[in-house]
């Protein structure tokens, strides 16, 4: 007997379209609207709706959502998923000239990672105050004794990507 849990759909429908940016404006807009677009796949699978895209030169080298429910993985966050394949990517676990782009501020979990990855910057669209630690709730970058910081942009593509995660929390209740 296949588990009754097993048979629910695959997909869900996201209310929220992908955008589909010109490619020859490859500025922090182009990126995070990438990371946008991960963030929908997320949606679809009934993840919290984060998604991010690691670049280097303008070469995407990661792009992934989270998927902590399908992979039952408290760690399977975007930002920790891409961080993976692009060191993969570059067979260099540094990765000093590399950005990250995330629709959500990064957790303490992932803020520690940008840093112990040695990555150059991220890009988050909308801050998180109640757990952001790359500036939000507070900033891991400005621990006294730390020997890396991360550049840190906020506010690129920040209404698109706070609706798509109040609109999916909205639905839950
Ligand atoms: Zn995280």
Redesign the pocket.
């Known amino acids: 007997m296949p588990d009754p849990e097993s048979i629910k759909p695959q997909t869900m429908e996201c209310p929220f379209q992908k955008k589909f940016p010109s490619q020859l404006n490859r500025d922090d807009f182009f990126f995070i609207t990438l990371a946008y677009n991960q963030a929908i796949e997320a949606w679809k699978l009934d993840e919290v709706p ?1 998604g991010a895209v690691i670049c280097v030169d303008g070469q995407i080298i990661a792009s992934a959502h ?1 998927s902590v429910e399908s992979s039952n993985d408290p ?1 399977a ?4 998923i891409a961080i993976t394949q692009a060191a993969r990517a570059l067979d260099n676990w540094r990765l000093s000239e590399a950005t990250l782009y995330v629709t959500k501020e ?6 520690g ?1 940008l840093i112990m990855s040695r990555l150059k910057r991220v890009v988050y669209a909308i801050g998180d105050p109640k ?1 952001g630690c790359s500036g939000g709730a507070t900033n891991l970058n400005e621990l006294p004794q730390t020997n890396h910081r991360v550049e840190i942009t906020t506010g690129v593509m920040e209404e698109e990507c706070r609706q798509i995660i109040q609109a999916f929390f909205q639905r839950k209740r």
């Open positions: 984060v989270n760690t966050h975007a930002e920790m990064p957790c303490p979990m992932c803020s990672a757990m």
